[in-house]
């Protein structure tokens, strides 16, 4: 069984862009989550996605979207970036949001400069 | 969700038991204790999860006080690979609004 997966494994974005993460969820998984980690800090929790409808979302700001395709595969997407948007980007899958553990991927290392 | 305390950093030798402990005062009784480890430049692996009942896996064992405002999760024999930070979360396991609140962890060294 294939775990998460993640691309791009690294970018680098200018201020004001706008970025397009994606993640692969672990087979038979159908509920992502997406966090935020910035350097010596804790994952943040930006929202998850539950048979393609958001279910949950943290204190992020609109400019934080997302969407889960038919085969559970998630985007994120950043518009506007600012600089402390520069962090590690993780997605987490499971099984029906729920009592099992979640499987997370490698992240994505994004700097905006 | 309720809020955990873990002290900040801990060692442990190699070949011994590492023992991280986890205050959780205000957790409700639907709230599961969870632990995740992020080793460095990886994301989070899931350890182990419980109740109320002592948990244990081939990874680790979870041993919650019966007034559930507290656990240890035990590493039985630590390695150098289990250097990582070490999370506890606790949760309701299913809910509409599926917030997993990581804290800043225990950073955990194990040393020869």
């Known amino acids: 069984e294939t775990g998460v997966t993640q691309s791009p494994t690294h970018l680098i974005k200018t201020r004001g862009q706008q970025v397009t993460l994606r993640c692969s969820s672990q087979s038979g998984h159908n509920t992502v989550s997406w966090y935020q980690q910035a350097l010596g800090q804790g994952p943040q929790f930006i929202f998850q996605y539950y048979r393609e409808e958001e279910n949950g979302r943290g204190n992020f700001p609109p400019r934080f979207s997302g969407l889960q395709f038919p085969n559970y595969s998630s985007e994120l997407n950043v518009n506007a970036l600012e600089l402390d948007d520069s962090a590690l980007y993780l997605c987490a899958s499971t099984k029906e949001r729920g009592d099992y553990g979640y499987t997370f991927g490698s992240g994505t290392r994004l700097t905006v400069v | 969700d309720a809020k955990t305390t873990q002290p900040p950093s801990m060692d442990c030798a190699e070949g011994r038991a590492a023992n991280l402990p986890c205050n959780h005062s205000?957790?409700?009784?639907?709230?599961?204790v969870y632990w995740y480890r992020q080793i460095h430049s990886q994301g989070p692996q899931y350890i182990i999860h419980?109740?109320?009942n002592n948990e244990t896996n081939e990874m680790a064992s979870l041993i919650i006080t019966e007034d559930r405002k507290s656990s240890t999760l035990i590493l039985p024999h630590a390695t150098l690979r289990d250097t990582a930070v070490y999370y506890c979360?606790?949760?309701?396991?299913?809910?509409?609004?599926?917030?997993?609140?990581f804290g800043a962890g225990t950073r955990l060294t194990v040393k020869p």
């Open positions: 979360i606790v949760r309701v396991a299913v809910t509409n609004n599926n917030d997993m609140r």
């Open positions: 205000t957790i409700s009784g639907n709230e599961y």
């Open positions: 419980g109740l109320k």
